[in-house]
């Protein structure tokens, strides 16, 4: 199946400042990803979804002069939490849209856990 | 809008079978997604249904009916490692797919 990755896995930052994370399709080009947060233990909720090209749609209520979306290729998106707080620590998780087996497949990253001090 | 709704956890015994079910309310149905998540992990796709029966893959199976808003996972044979969250999720027109809030499931020998 399609491989997405996701860096950096981990990051540990002091309130205030801006944290990147990458989100990469490696064998297929991916025009939409997708961001999503989790919190423990609760579901995936989108945030944005990510365009090649063009501005991110954002869901309501997810601020995106917070959330900073960029897809700048067909395989790369990026996903900026600018100023972070502590109630920003969460579980980050990308996915792009890949056809398989006749359907349409969300493919995951492995996730970048923020945690701000 | 819609609304998924799965038990919050579940715990079964290693080598019996369980059964997760989903039931939701939704406008443009296009299909229902179960995924599996490890703990900090992200999740990993196990069946995609889309029309109304029964679909067969090894120890996991799933099951669909559109007409009752309902589907189940159905877990055979379980192993320890099967301890994880279940995610249903739904796609409608945009294929983007809503998830709900999974179900733990607790494996113990």
């Known amino acids: 199946g399609a491989v997405v990755s996701q860096h950096p896995s981990r990051v540990i930052c002091k309130s205030g400042t801006s944290v990147k994370i990458e989100c990469r399709s490696l064998?297929?080009?991916?025009?939409?990803m997708f961001w999503y947060r989790q919190f423990p233990k609760k579901s995936l909720m989108l945030m944005a979804t990510?365009?090649?090209?063009?501005?991110?749609?954002?869901e309501q209520g997810v601020e995106k002069d917070k959330f900073l979306i960029n897809h700048a290729s067909l395989t790369l998106s990026t996903l900026t939490v600018t100023s972070a707080h502590p109630e920003d620590s969460s579980f980050y998780i990308c996915?792009?849209?890949?056809?398989?087996?006749?359907?349409?497949?969300?493919?995951f990253g492995p996730g970048t856990r923020l945690t701000v001090l | 809008g819609q609304n998924i709704d799965q038990p919050t956890e579940m715990t079964a015994t290693e080598g019996a079978i369980v059964q997760i079910n989903c039931t939701y309310q939704?406008?443009?149905?296009?299909?229902l997604f179960w995924y599996q998540q490890h703990a900090g992990e992200a999740p990993t796709f196990l069946s995609y249904?889309?029309?109304?029966g029964l679909e067969e893959k090894g120890r996991f199976s799933s099951f669909l009916s559109r007409s009752k808003g309902y589907s189940y996972l159905l877990l055979k044979e379980l192993q320890m490692k099967d301890s994880a969250s279940y995610l249903c999720?739904?796609?409608?027109?945009?294929?983007?797919?809503?998830f709900g809030r999974g179900t733990s499931l607790i494996v113990h020998p």
């Open positions: 999720a739904l796609t409608r027109g945009s294929y983007i797919p809503t």
């Open positions: 996915s792009a849209t890949a056809l398989a087996g006749g359907h349409n497949e969300q493919f």
């Open positions: 990510s365009n090649e090209g063009s501005k991110a749609t954002y």
């Open positions: 064998d297929f080009q991916a025009t939409t």
């Open positions: 939704t406008s443009g149905f296009n299909g």
């Open positions: 249904n889309v029309l109304d």
